[in-house]
């Protein structure tokens, strides 16, 4: 789907320190068009100067003209990413971004709201708490961060409702996951957002539930079992070449071996950049995106690290 292809300029208006170790962006257009708008729990590709495209979810409330607001953690073991933001952004630099995109929107309708964010896992669930609040639904936010320091958009979001705010400051996990989830009413939506052990805790505990009410925005793939991968073949619609994915490659690495140009970021399915057409055949999907129904619909697929069910897969390539 080549979506990284419509990239845009923009340039960075504003640049804070909120906390020891996250920095805010301000971001306006700066190529004519105007930014376009978002929903909450949206994020955007940015392409990092001299480094990797990163997904930064989008800040604060959407409104129709921007700016846009990403906040970027120092990440001590990053590949280039947050040091890179960290480093060489200032106000004034230029950069590319794609998107937005959503893969965590707020589930439509009035239910209880129950959002569990860790540390820079805040960032899309203020936006999303911004529009609940302001439609008088229902909401309750537990914050697990190192610190109050450490804690970005704490202080504002407890001003918004301090008595759904809930805090779980501390160098450890202390959060009672199990407990929190058994606590919940049957009709609640459940949001997370946070570092993978909190993340695979919450979907644990909530293995049980309406999957249509359990929603989680990874910021690093899930674990992939690859033991059991079978070769397959896939068949590029567009030309009739048909490639071989061994058991030890991806779909999107034989494309590259191949020649084939396909965009790609985190090349572990959160990001959505590689969603491509499925034609025929039937995906095994192991993406942390794509819903239980369209994952039924087999109409996309991820192939940074999807496969197929069966021996061939068409794609639209
Ligand atoms: Fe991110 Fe495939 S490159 S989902």
């Given at each position: 789907?080549?979506?990284?292809?419509?990239?845009?300029?923009?340039?960075?208006?504003?640049?804070?320190?909120?906390?020891?170790?996250?920095?805010?962006?301000?971001?306006?257009?700066?190529?004519?068009?105007?930014?376009?708008?978002?929903?909450?729990?949206?994020?955007?590709?940015?392409?990092?100067?001299?480094?990797?495209?990163?997904?930064?979810?989008?800040?604060?409330?959407?409104?129709?003209?921007?700016?846009?607001?990403?906040?970027?953690?120092?990440?001590?073991?990053?590949?280039?990413?947050?040091?890179?933001?960290?480093?060489?952004?200032?106000?004034?630099?230029?950069?590319?971004?794609?998107?937005?995109?959503?893969?965590f929107?707020?589930a439509?309708?009035?239910?209880?709201?129950?959002?569990?964010?860790?540390?820079?896992?805040?960032?899309?669930?203020?936006?999303?708490?911004?529009?609940?609040?302001?439609?008088?639904?229902?909401?309750?936010?537990?914050?697990?961060?190192?610190?109050?320091?450490?804690?970005?958009?704490?202080?504002?979001?407890?001003?918004?409702?301090?008595?759904?705010?809930?805090?779980?400051?501390?160098?450890?996990?202390?959060?009672?996951?199990?407990?929190?989830?058994?606590?919940?009413?049957?009709?609640?939506h459940i949001y997370c957002?946070?570092?993978?052990?909190?993340?695979?805790?919450?979907?644990?505990?909530?293995?049980?539930?309406?999957?249509?009410?359990v929603h989680f925005?990874?910021?690093?793939?899930?674990?992939?079992?690859?033991?059991?991968?079978?070769?397959?073949?896939?068949?590029?619609?567009?030309?009739?070449?048909?490639?071989?994915?061994?058991?030890?490659?991806?779909?999107?690495?034989?494309?590259?071996?191949?020649?084939?140009?396909?965009?790609?970021?985190?090349?572990?399915?959160?990001?959505?950049?590689?969603?491509?057409?499925?034609?025929?055949?039937?995906?095994?999907?192991?993406?942390?995106?794509?819903?239980?129904?369209?994952?039924?619909?087999?109409?996309?697929?991820?192939?940074?690290?999807?496969?197929?069910?069966?021996?061939?897969?068409?794609?639209?390539?």
């Amino acid at each position: 789907m080549n979506r990284l292809l419509d990239l845009r300029r923009v340039r960075v208006v504003t640049v804070g320190h909120p906390t020891v170790d996250v920095m805010t962006f301000d971001l306006q257009e700066a190529d004519g068009r105007s930014l376009e708008p978002f929903t909450p729990g949206a994020h955007i590709d940015v392409q990092i100067p001299g480094g990797p495209v990163r997904q930064y979810s989008l800040c604060g409330k959407a409104v129709a003209s921007g700016p846009y607001t990403i906040a970027v953690k120092r990440e001590n073991e990053s590949r280039g990413g947050s040091i890179g933001m960290h480093e060489r952004i200032e106000v004034g630099t230029l950069l590319s971004i794609g998107g937005p995109r959503n893969h965590f929107p707020l589930a439509p309708g009035s239910h209880p709201n129950l959002f569990i964010a860790g540390g820079i896992g805040i960032t899309p669930i203020t936006a999303m708490i911004t529009e609940l609040h302001e439609q008088n639904q229902d909401w309750a936010l537990h914050y697990c961060a190192r610190s109050e320091k450490h804690a970005i958009f704490y202080l504002e979001l407890a001003q918004l409702a301090p008595e759904r705010v809930h805090t779980h400051f501390s160098e450890k996990p202390i959060l009672d996951v199990d407990a929190l989830i058994r606590a919940q009413s049957s009709d609640t939506h459940i949001y997370c957002c946070g570092p993978k052990p909190l993340m695979e805790a919450v979907a644990q505990a909530t293995s049980a539930w309406p999957k249509e009410q359990v929603h989680f925005e990874w910021f690093s793939a899930p674990e992939i079992d690859n033991s059991s991968n079978t070769p397959f073949e896939v068949e590029l619609k567009r030309s009739g070449v048909v490639l071989t994915v061994p058991s030890d490659r991806t779909i999107l690495q034989v494309l590259r071996d191949n020649g084939y140009h396909v965009d790609s970021a985190c090349e572990e399915g959160v990001c959505g950049t590689c969603e491509t057409a499925v034609i025929a055949g039937e995906p095994e999907h192991r993406d942390a995106l794509l819903s239980e129904e369209e994952r039924a619909a087999n109409k996309t697929m991820m192939i940074c690290v999807s496969r197929a069910k069966g021996s061939r897969l068409v794609l639209d390539l």
